[in-house]
C-alpha cells in the first residue's frame, strides 16, 4: 500500500532555521576574510551619516533640558495664553520655544568656547613654550634655594634638573612649538575640514530640532515596531531595560557636564583671587579632567601644578593645597547633590571599569566606563536575584554574610556559629 507524505509546518521551520543557520556562518566566514574591507565600509558609512550621528548625539543631551523647560516653563504658560482657545492648546508652540531655547543655549556655549576660551588657552601655552628656559631656571633656583643645607640631595637635584631641563627645552622649541605653529596653519589652511565641520554642525543641529520636536512620536513608533516584532513580556522587559540605560547614562553625562563645568569656574574664580599664573588654563584642565570619575582630580591637578611651578613656585604649593580642598568639597558635596545617590557599584569596581574602559576605548572608555559598567553590572544583579527568588533561596547580600551553607532538602540558611556548636 503507498503511504503518502504527510506535510507538516514544523518540516518547513526546521528548513529556514536550517537555512539562516548556513547563511548566518557562510556571513561570519566572509566577514572574517574581508574584515578590512567592512571596516572601510562602515567607516564610509559613518563618514556620510556624520551629520545625522552629530544630530542624535545633540538630542539625546539637549533632550532633558527640552523636557524641563517644557514641563516647567513654556508648557504652563502656554496653557493659560491658549485657555480660552478652542482649536489648539499651545503645546505645539511650547514645544518649539523650549526647542529653540535649548538650542539658542548650545550655540551659545560653543560660541563661547571658540572666541573666548580657545584663543586664551594658545596664548598660555605659547608663552609656556617660549618662557621655559626662564621658568625651569627659576625652578632650579626655588629648588638650589630649598635644600641649601642637603648639599649631596642638592647635588644630585641640580644634575638631574639640568637634564631635564635641557631635555624640555629641545623638545620645546623643536616640537611643541612647531607643532603648535602648523596646527594653527593647518586649522587656517584646511578650508575642506573646517568646512565638513561646520557643515556636520549644522545638519546636526537641523537633525536635532526636527528630533526634539517630535520626539515622543518616533518614540511611540519605535515602540509599535518593537511590540508588533515581539511578545508583550519580551518587548517590556527591553523597555524597561533601555529606560534603565538611558536614566544611567544622561543622569551620569549631564550631572558630570554640570559638575566638571562648576568646579572649573570655583578654580578659575579662586585662581583669579589668588593671582595664580595661567588661571584660565589650569581650571579649564580642572574643568576638562574632572568629567573622569576617581582618577579625573589626579589627572587635572598634576599638569596644573607643574605649570604653576615654572611660572611661580611657592604659588604651586597654595594650588596644590586648594584643588585637595576644591576637590573634596566636589566628592563630598557638590558631586553627590548634582548626581544624585551613588552609581550602585562600589569603588572598586568603578575603578575596574574605568582601568577597563580606559584600555579599551581610550578617554571615551574612562569617561563613559562607569555607567556601561552600571547597566551591566544592574543586568546581571537583576538576573541573579529573579534566580533566587525563584528557587526560594535568600536574595539580600547581607543574608550571606554568616552564611555556612543552605540545607539541599530544607533550603533552611544554616549560620556558621550553628556549624560549630
Known amino acids: 500500500m503507498r503511504r503518502h507524505f504527510k506535510w507538516d509546518r514544523k518540516y518547513l521551520y526546521w ?23 567592512v571596516g572601510r ?14 544630530g542624535l548625539v545633540i538630542t539625546y543631551l539637549l533632550n532633558p533640558l527640552v523636557q524641563l523647560l517644557h514641563r516647567k516653563t513654556f508648557g504652563p504658560l502656554c496653557a493659560r495664553l491658549y485657555a480660552k482657545n478652542k482649536r489648539s492648546d499651545g503645546q505645539g508652540l511650547a514645544r518649539g520655544l523650549s526647542v529653540l531655547l535649548a538650542e539658542i543655549f548650545m550655540v551659545a556655549i560653543i560660541t563661547a568656547l571658540f572666541y573666548l576660551i580657545i ?21 632650579t633656583d626655588w629648588v638650589t634655594r630649598m635644600l641649601a643645607d642637603f648639599p649631596e640631595v642638592e647635588a644630585y637635584v641640580e644634575q638631574t634638573l639640568g637634564d631635564v631641563n635641557s631635555d624640555l627645552i629641545s623638545w620645546l622649541q623643536t616640537t611643541v612649538l612647531p607643532g603648535l605653529g602648523s596646527l594653527l596653519s593647518n ?3 584646511g578650508v575642506r575640514y573646517v568646512v565638513t565641520a561646520v557643515y556636520n554642525l549644522v545638519i546636526g543641529i537641523i537633525v536635532s530640532v526636527y528630533l526634539l520636536s517630535g520626539i515622543e512620536t518616533y518614540g511611540a513608533n519605535a515602540k509599535r515596531i518593537l511590540y508588533s516584532v515581539l511578545t508583550v513580556e519580551a518587548a517590556k522587559k527591553l523597555l524597561d531595560g533601555l529606560d534603565f540605560t538611558n536614566r544611567t547614562f544622561i543622569g551620569f553625562l549631564n550631572g558630570k557636564l554640570l559638575d566638571s563645568a562648576i568646579i572649573g569656574i570655583i578654580c578659575y574664580i579662586v585662581c583669579a583671587i589668588l593671582n595664580m599664573p595661567f588661571a584660565l588654563l589650569v581650571s579649564v584642565i580642572v574643568g576638562v579632567t574632572n568629567i573622569i570619575p576617581f582618577f579625573g582630580p589626579f589627572i587635572g591637578a598634576v599638569p596644573s601644578a607643574i605649570i604653576i611651578l615654572m611660572a611661580n613656585p611657592p604659588k604651586a604649593l597654595v594650588f596644590v593645597i586648594f584643588i585637595i580642598i576644591l576637590q573634596q568639597v566636589d566628592g563630598n558635596i557638590i558631586g553627590p547633590k548634582i548626581l544624585g545617590s ?13 582601568i577597563l574602559g580606559a584600555g579599551l576605548f581610550g578617554f571615551w572608555g574612562m569617561l563613559l566606563g562607569v555607567p556601561v559598567f552600571v547597566v551591566i553590572y544592574t543586568a546581571i544583579n537583576n538576573n541573579i536575584d529573579k534566580k533566587l527568588r525563584r528557587s526560594d533561596l535568600p536574595v539580600t547580600t547581607g543574608e550571606y554574610r554568616n552564611l555556612d551553607y543552605i540545607d539541599p532538602i530544607t533550603l533552611e540558611p544554616i549560620p556558621k556559629e550553628d556549624r560549630k556548636n
Open 187 to 189: 586649522v587656517s589652511m
Open 342 to 354: 551613588s552609581t550602585g557599584i562600589t569603588g572598586f569596581w568603578v575603578m575596574f571599569s574605568i
Open 41 to 54: 565600509a562602515l567607516k564610509a558609512l559613518v563618514r556620510i551619516l556624520s551629520p545625522f550621528i552629530w
Open 119 to 139: 584663543p586664551q588657552l594658545y596664548s598660555s601655552i605659547e608663552t609656556i613654550v617660549v618662557n621655559s628656559p626662564v621658568y625651569i631656571e627659576r625652578v
Open 15 to 37: 528548513g529556514i532555521t536550517a537555512f539562516c543557520v548556513v547563511a548566518c556562518a557562510i556571513l561570519f566566514y566572509m566577514a572574517l576574510n574581508y574584515i578590512g574591507y
